[in-house]
């Protein structure tokens, strides 16, 4: 089976897929795979070593990310100056229990 026959295949997998939260995964591995097959359309094989190239896929849903760190180190002050909103926050002392002092 040829690439043309392979993009093909995966063009019409790709229709086919419902679209929604659980097939997300699937349809991203057959976006990459398409992109890779359409790239070797475009330019012959390279040797190996150096440095390998990307792909781009479409951006589509929603994301969801974690600010994660003690307190008092900026991440609300962060989230305010990347989204513009403004974020409820409070000044709390650090309790580490994994420290303990021996009088």
Known sequence: M???EKISEIEKEIARTQKNKATEYHLGLLKAKLAKY???LLEPPKSAGGKGEGFDVMKSGDARVALIGFPSVGKSTLL???TSTTSVSASYEFYNSD????V
């Open 99 to 102: 420290v303990h002092f021996l």
């Open 80 to 82: 305010n100056k990347l």
């Open 2 to 4: 040829g690439i043309l």
């Open 38 to 40: 359409r790239s070797q």
